[in-house]
């Protein structure tokens, strides 16, 4: 008997998720109107009409349910940009009941989870604007910062948040140890398509690898919404810089082939304190959006939050599987990732069931008679299971 660990979840050729940042409880009303203009709202107006979650939701979401976003936030009082346009409106997201309900949805929905963005996202010094992770002398810094931060998380969602990622993908030599240390399991560090296209293109640069005495997850961002093959400002670009950007559907396809997960970075607002674009938005690249997932609808792909594809690579990573006969194996875990999912492919002929060491039952989800082989997800757990 033949047991090969799939490389994601049901066997999927790659995980994708939409990761938006800034959802904050921030609003620059540029129009000073006490409305929520298109592209003004970072998250103030929660699910409300002419709120960027609503603009998500009814030109993406709706359209295609399976998609599952992950919510990067700063969870404290933003300082995003010094507003020189309209009025601000800003606060943490346990300001007020209203906040503390919408974005506890968010973390309690199926779909969507809530990530660490920073507590304030970062601060003025010298009338310049210093990204969070940048900002801090020393290592005692960082992690009080963080714990101020997930201790507005414990009260509203009840636990800590699991990942996150650096403001601005800045960070200095005390960055690292504190992601480290405060015991996140995932984290995004670099904006990974940038090395990706001075790399030459090359796909091993979105492999998921690891940091830090813990081995916390370094989470790839892999697609930029801003990859449009007619945009003339983009192309005289590229001639300029002499970089080969290779079209949407053919990276996509590209990222299918290599099972590299594929994360869609994006911003929850377009519309800056100072009247600048904030690059890329929802609101500008909703077509692209809706392209890629109309694409990636037809394709074996697994839709997941940061988290559900930190802890599967992390059952992957740290799993050894010894079979023991023609019905039984051992499984051994070392992870940090509690009892995660893994998908096992198996040669048998006919459907099966898998009995894990606690006595659960898993059937298989695909079988392939053809071929001769099954799919099976299971719950990992120390110990004996058994086929039948």
């Known amino acids: 008997m033949k047991i090969v660990k799939a490389k994601w979840l049901n066997d999927a050729d790659s995980p994708v998720v939409l990761m938006v940042d800034d959802l904050n409880n921030l609003w620059f009303d540029i129009n000073r109107n006490g409305h929520p203009g298109l592209g003004e709202d970072w998250g103030f ?13 009814n030109n993406l979401l709706n359209r295609y349910p399976k998609v599952k976003v992950t919510f990067f936030t700063v969870v404290g009082n933003p300082i995003i940009c010094k507003s020189k346009l309209g009025k601000e409106y800003k606060g943490a997201i346990n300001e007020n009941i ?7 949805s968010i973390q309690h929905s199926n779909n969507f989870e809530i ?48 990942g996150g990622k650096y403001p601005g993908y800045t960070s200095n030599i005390y960055s690292d140890d504190s992601i480290d240390k405060a015991g996140f399991s995932w984290w995004c560090r670099e ?18 690898r690891s940091f830090g005495d813990n081995n916390v997850i370094d989470f790839p961002s892999t697609v930029s919404p801003s990859i449009i093959r007619n ?22 396809e590209a990222l299918l082939r290599n099972n590299k997960v594929i994360s869609i970075q994006e911003h929850s607002g377009a519309i800056r304190g100072d009247g ?20 990636l609808a037809g394709k074996n792909v697994w839709h997941a939050t940061c988290s559900e594809i930190a802890n599967y690579h992390i059952a992957f990573t740290y799993t050894h ?68």
């Open 45 to 57: 107006w929660r699910d409300l009409p002419g709120s960027s979650f609503a603009y998500l939701r």
């Open 276 to 295: 600048m674009r904030q690059t890329p938005n929802i609101v500008d690249t909703m077509p692209i959006l809706q392209n890629t997932f109309s694409f």
């Open 231 to 252: 945009n003339v400002v983009l192309r005289c670009g590229r001639m300029i810089l002499r970089r080969h950007y290779p079209s949407l559907e053919s990276h996509l």
């Open 115 to 162: 990530a660490f963005h920073g507590l304030h996202h970062g601060i003025v010094r010298n009338r310049d604007y210093v990204h969070e992770w940048s900002s801090f002398s020393t290592l005692e810094e960082a992690l009080g910062n963080i714990e101020q931060g997930q201790d507005i998380c414990k009260q509203i969602f009840g636990k800590r948040l699991k």
């Open 321 to 388: 599987i010894k079979t023991i006969c023609v019905d039984s194996f051992s499984l051994t875990y070392s992870g940090r990732a509690e009892r995660p999912w893994l998908t096992l492919v198996i040669n048998k002929k006919k459907p099966i069931d898998i009995i894990s060491p606690s006595g659960k039952s898993n059937r298989s989800s695909k079988h392939h008679s053809r071929d001769n082989y099954s799919v099976v997800n299971i719950e990992v757990e120390n110990g004996l299971y058994q086929i039948r």
């Open 98 to 104: 209203k906040s503390i309900e919408f974005f506890r």
């Open 191 to 208: 904006w990974t398509y940038r090395k990706f296209i001075n790399s030459g293109n090359d796909y091993s640069v979105f492999e998921m």
